[in-house]
């Protein structure tokens, strides 16, 4: 999810797109100025400096990390040399930037994107950091911090769930009960579509929101370990197990709105606003499309329903923003001391002053402010067992964007070419992971 200038989120293309350099497969495009540290190769440390590369490029954020920065030096009496950079060049330049001259300290995702730079060591491991803030974070917040070595070498800050999001007033004017299992939601999406209403709303023209059905439908039919295999290429897209996810969405299928693949999910979430759909999957920035405060107070939200009761509703899916500590920082001493502060209550509370679309990664951060939102997502996110990312996170982003996007288009469109769109999954699958 991208923050966008309105200090609200703005997940789009752009913050899908294929990290260009990983594992080396794309060369740079041509043209982009090049990602580069703040002072430039050789700079001379300054132990009253600390460097940091950040993707925040729209107003809000860059304005929020700004005031925690300021925070710290006045506490610290350490400076924040920021080198803020556009945030599609940044994560198209990442991989070159961080085997060059890095900054001390650089933002990242929490996941597999952060363990596959701390795979190729092109990040240090924290675990000092972490022996001082591990008491702010909930267990699925450390999992989510961790290296494939059992190090830590990310710092979480903010965080948002994927749910099932509707009208109040329209569940009440109908008598509708919220679904908690799979046979009550496919029952509520064949009364809605009796009563006139789109029971899904559903807009897939950038390609990443399918992703996110795939997920839960996945995670609660096979579990979080499964997700996690399936996503590190170790588990088969021709399993039966898969194949009982599209069973699943091919169920409910009929019940999204049609047009998915030329509608935006901007598009998609304005029939949730004008009450012509039922329900909404996606992330909780779909709140921005709710800009009369009536409408958004109307605006609730559930975990997906049950599947199976052995993994119940374990895992919410929790695309989480944070900071990570660069293979050779100039500083190492001042970028711990800054991290620790990231890893505070307080710098939450400063960020979250700024943009109230998200919630804090920390446990130990001060909810009173949170609007009913917030709170819900909160206690969604700080009660799961487990916490996914997101696809494109939880994954190689050349799969999950030359592959998996269109694969799942694929299959809105022609749902019963599954089992031709499975083996073609795979066979690309089995190539691009043998070339890590």
Same mark, same amino acid.
């Given at each position: 999810?991208?923050?966008? /200038?309105?200090?609200?989120?703005?997940?789009?293309?752009?913050?899908?797109?294929?990290?260009?350099?990983?594992?080396? @497969?794309?060369? !740079?495009?041509?043209?982009?100025?090049?990602?580069?540290?703040?002072? &430039?190769?050789? +700079?001379?440390?300054?132990?009253?400096?600390? $460097?940091? &590369?950040?993707?925040?490029?729209?107003?809000?954020?860059?304005?929020?990390? @700004?005031?925690?920065?300021?925070?710290?030096?006045?506490?610290? &009496?350490?400076?924040?040399?920021?080198?803020?950079?556009?945030?599609? +060049?940044?994560?198209?330049?990442?991989?070159?930037? !961080?085997?060059?001259?890095?900054? =001390?300290?650089?933002?990242?995702?929490?996941?597999?994107?952060? #363990?596959?730079?701390?795979?190729?060591?092109? @990040?240090?491991?924290?675990?000092?950091?972490?022996?001082k803030i591990g008491g702010n974070f909930p267990d699925a917040m450390k999992k989510l911090s961790k290296g494939e070595d059992g190090k830590y070498y990310f710092v979480p800050l903010y965080t948002y769930p994927w749910a099932l999001f509707y009208r109040k007033s329209v569940f009440q004017?109908?008598?509708?009960?919220?679904?908690? +299992?799979?046979?009550?939601?496919?029952?509520?999406?064949?009364?809605?579509?009796?009563?006139?209403?789109?029971?899904?709303?559903? &807009?897939?023209?950038?390609?990443?929101?399918?992703?996110?059905?795939?997920?839960?439908?996945?995670?609660? $039919?096979?579990?979080?370990?499964?997700?996690?295999?399936?996503?590190?290429?170790?588990?088969?897209?021709?399993?039966?197990?898969?194949?009982?996810?599209?069973?699943?969405?091919?169920?409910? !299928?009929?019940?999204?709105?049609?047009?998915?693949?030329?509608?935006?999910?901007?598009?998609?979430?304005? +029939?949730?606003? /004008?009450?012509?759909?039922?329900?909404?999957?996606?992330?909780?920035?779909?709140? #921005?499309?709710?800009?009369?405060?009536?409408?958004?107070?109307? !605006?609730?939200?559930? %975990?997906?329903?049950?599947?199976?009761?052995?993994?119940?509703?374990?895992?919410?899916?929790?695309? $989480?923003?944070g900071f990570m500590l660069s293979k050779s920082p100039n500083n190492d001493t001042g970028a711990a001391k800054l991290l620790e502060y990231l890893g505070s209550p307080e710098a939450e509370q400063i960020?979250?002053?700024?943009?109230?679309?998200?919630? @804090?990664?920390?446990?130990? %951060?001060?909810?009173?402010?949170?609007?009913?939102?917030?709170?819900?997502?909160?206690?969604?996110?700080?009660?799961?067992?487990?916490?996914?990312?997101?696809?494109?996170? =939880?994954?190689?982003?050349?799969? $999950?964007?030359?592959?998996?996007?269109?694969?799942? #288009?694929?299959?809105?469109?022609?749902?019963?070419?599954?089992?031709?769109?499975?083996?073609?999954?795979?066979?690309?699958?089995?190539?691009?992971?043998?070339?890590?």
């Open positions: 999810m991208q923050l966008s /200038s309105s200090g609200l989120s703005s997940p789009g293309p752009d913050r899908r797109t294929l990290l260009r350099g990983m594992g080396g @497969a794309v060369a !740079l495009g041509a043209g982009i100025p090049l990602l580069s540290a703040c002072g &430039g190769s050789g +700079t001379a440390s300054d132990p009253k400096t600390v $460097t940091v &590369g950040s993707n925040s490029s729209d107003a809000v954020p860059k304005k929020a990390f @700004a005031e925690i920065y300021a925070a710290f030096t006045k506490q610290s &009496g350490i400076k924040v040399d920021v080198n803020t950079k556009d945030h599609n +060049t940044f994560q198209e330049q990442i991989n070159s930037y !961080l085997q060059g001259t890095p900054d =001390d300290v650089f933002t990242w995702f929490a996941g597999y994107r952060m #363990q596959f730079f701390a795979a190729k060591k092109l @990040a240090t491991p924290i675990d000092d950091v972490w022996a004017q109908h008598g509708y009960e919220v679904p908690t +299992t799979w046979d009550q939601l496919v029952a509520l999406c064949k009364q809605m579509k009796k009563d006139g209403l789109v029971p899904i709303a559903f &807009g897939d023209k950038d390609a990443w929101p399918a992703m996110g059905t795939f997920d839960q439908i996945n995670f609660r $039919t096979n579990g979080y370990d499964f997700h996690v295999d399936l996503m590190a290429g170790k588990a088969s897209w021709t399993d039966a197990k898969v194949k009982a996810v599209f069973d699943h969405w091919s169920e409910i !299928l009929p019940y999204h709105q049609e047009g998915a693949v030329g509608r935006t999910w901007q598009d998609a979430a304005q +029939t949730l606003v /004008s009450k012509k759909a039922g329900m909404y999957l996606l992330g909780t920035f779909v709140g #921005q499309q709710f800009t009369n405060k009536a409408d958004l107070d109307d !605006l609730d939200f559930i %975990a997906f329903p049950e599947i199976n009761s052995e993994f119940g509703q374990d895992t919410v899916e929790a695309p $989480t923003d960020y979250l002053k700024a943009d109230s679309s998200v919630v @804090a990664a920390s446990s130990k %951060a001060d909810t009173s402010s949170y609007t009913p939102l917030q709170k819900k997502a909160y206690e969604m996110i700080s009660g799961a067992k487990s916490l996914t990312q997101f696809m494109d996170r =939880d994954s190689r982003p050349d799969f $999950t964007s030359t592959v998996m996007q269109p694969a799942l #288009q694929n299959f809105v469109r022609n749902p019963k070419n599954v089992d031709s769109i499975l083996s073609s999954i795979e066979r690309q699958k089995k190539t691009i992971f043998a070339s890590a």
